[in-house]
């Protein structure tokens, strides 16, 4: 609206009450407008007299009828109504007066019913305005009432017929949706009596489903008593159980299920999403813990299934992974390639990074195979190799009552352990973020001297390799491998490669050998040998400088 300005008055008007109604805003509301905004009757009854002009608008199309209707002013209202029926040639002309519109489509009707006058909306529709009129967004008086919470004008459109299933807005919302979402129980309770229950709007949602996904408890009970369908689906075939399992709304959860919401049925085209996976994908461990109990347990390994891990660890919701594992989900899950493109719960948290929930899933037992391998070495970051060897030894302990009891770390599978040596073969440029790891925790560097290595590798990260190893005894195809790069100045060997080792190396190498080589590598262990101090480090290759490769 724009900004009022002082009216122009000529010099013989009168004034009342410290207000001038003799001119008119220029661009803005009339004096015959203003008064009836303000309640003044009896100024408004002489304006009419002196041949003011009640069908006036101004700059938002509002007329006195509409300032009067939505001030409520009842006394103003009568005085319009009965000035325009007096100069109406006709009653179409007086009803087209009574249900004129402003330019946002809004009728007097509408304003007085979404602001709650109640008089000023029965006044209107004994002089025929139109109940049903919407405005340029498709809404009603009845809608508006319903809106803004107004019981008594909504009981009074209802009795007079208004028409309670018409889809207004945008999104074809009906008044039970709106009285739902706007959490008017009172309203919901007066509605449910003849609207219909099952109103769907341009998503196919019902007003259930947004009692369920805004925590609307009393009007979620409403409409169930009333004869609402629990398990309806929207166009996504979400339900009213998912979606209050996704809000973590617990009550309306409890209830849906007490009247016989399926928490098994498939909520998603693409892959059996059920509530479960909401709730862990948002960590709502309340409603977790409730599904847990009524949800089929095939999610959990079955094919054509996805587990409630993938969500939890989706979501990083850690404490959705606890839960989930100490009610006995399988920390393997099983492979969602096909579905979400996921080979295993545990694969998606080492590629995301989520050291907490992985380190979880390592603890209950996932197994460690080559796609969740790949995120490891494929990344110039050992944080994750950290984590897998914090929870794996890369071979069986070999002593009883070390710490490997303690932790509850075990030890690798072969094919576990066969699986990292290829992927890590396959990531040699990242070497210097793994290599130092895997030999700290005990790899025997003859696993990687293989021929991919000699050939492919960089010449610093051979010599660093072979400084693990006897290299007078390296096998003669890998021999004549090197003595190739080194004709073809590929591969510069350290000077004592041209020798036989010295005792000292191979005395650490045969004690590797006897005890171990991953437990020669645990401080723990190595502080317990019968040797002098400075052969501790030595006996760990501390010696040895890893490379910038």
């Not at 002013?73 to 006709?90: D, N, Q």
């Not at 036989?500 to 437990?519: E, F, K, N, W």
Request: proline share 5%; glycine share 6%; hydrophobic share 40%.
């Amino acid at each position: 609206m724009a900004a009022l300005r002082s009216p122009q008055q000529p010099s013989s008007a009168p004034r009342r009450l410290g207000m001038d109604f003799s001119g008119c805003y220029e661009d803005s509301v009339s004096v015959v407008a203003a008064a009836a905004r303000g309640g003044y009757r009896r100024q408004l009854r002489r304006l009419i007299r002196q041949g003011r002009r009640i069908h006036r608008a101004d700059n938002r199309g509002w007329r006195a009828l509409h300032e009067a209707a939505a001030a409520g002013r009842v006394g103003c209202l009568k005085e319009i109504l009965s000035a325009a029926a007096m100069s109406a040639g006709s009653s179409a002309t007086f009803q087209a007066y009574v249900n004129s519109s402003t330019h946002e489509g809004e009728s007097a009707c509408y304003l007085a019913a979404g602001r709650g006058h109640l008089n000023a909306v029965r006044l209107l529709l004994r002089a025929s305005a139109n109940i049903d009129q919407l405005t340029n967004d498709r809404s009603s008086p009845l809608y508006a009432a319903v809106s803004d919470g107004h019981k008594d004008v909504v009981q009074l459109l209802l009795a007079k017929g208004a028409e309670v299933n018409r889809s207004h807005t945008a999104s074809c919302w009906t008044c039970l949706h709106q009285a739902v979402y706007q959490d008017h129980v009172d309203i919901v309770r007066i509605l449910v009596r003849t609207a219909d229950l099952e109103p769907r709007d341009d998503y196919k949602i019902t007003p259930l489903f947004l009692a369920a996904q805004y925590g609307r408890r009393e009007c979620l009970e409403v409409l169930v008593d009333a004869g609402a369908n629990v398990n309806t689906q929207a166009s996504d075939l979400a339900s009213p159980l998912l979606l209050a399992s996704q809000e973590g709304h617990l009550a309306c959860v409890d209830f849906l299920l007490e009247h016989g919401a399926d928490a098994n049925l498939a909520c998603s085209g693409d892959w059996p999403q059920l509530p479960i996976h909401a709730a862990a994908q948002f960590g709502h461990l309340g409603v977790l813990r409730r599904l847990v109990a009524v949800t089929d347990r095939a999610c959990d390994r079955g094919e054509d299934a996805v587990s409630p891990l993938y969500l939890a660890v989706h979501g990083c919701q850690v404490a959705s992974v606890e839960l989930l594992l100490d009610e006995g989900f399988s920390p393997d899950g099983q492979d969602c390639t096909a579905l979400v493109c996921q080979h295993s719960p545990l694969s998606l948290a080492l590629e995301r990074g989520y050291s907490e929930a992985a380190g979880m899933l390592l603890t209950a037992g996932a197994a460690v195979l080559e796609m969740e391998w790949e995120p490891v070495f494929a990344r110039d970051d050992a944080d994750m190799l950290k984590l897998l060897l914090d929870h794996r030894w890369l071979y069986p302990p070999r002593l009883s009552g070390d710490e490997a009891g303690r932790r509850s770390k075990t030890a690798l599978k072969m094919e576990e352990f066969d699986d990292m040596l290829s992927v890590a073969l396959d990531h040699l440029k990242f070497a210097a973020s793994w290599l130092p790891l895997l030999l700290k925790a005990g790899l025997e560097p003859e696993s990687l001297l293989d021929c991919s290595v000699c050939v492919q590798a960089d010449g610093e990260l051979v010599n660093f390799l072979l400084q693990f190893d006897n290299w007078s005894t390296m096998a003669p195809y890998l021999r004549a491998i090197l003595c190739q790069r080194r004709a073809e100045e590929t591969w510069r060997p350290l000077p004592q490669f041209d020798s036989v080792p010295d005792l000292s190396h191979l005395c650490r190498l045969r004690v590797r050998t006897v005890i171990g080589p991953d437990v020669v590598m645990r401080k723990g262990v190595v502080q317990r040998l019968p040797v002098p101090p400075r052969l501790r480090d030595f006996l760990q290759f501390n010696d040895i400088e890893m490379p910038d490769v």
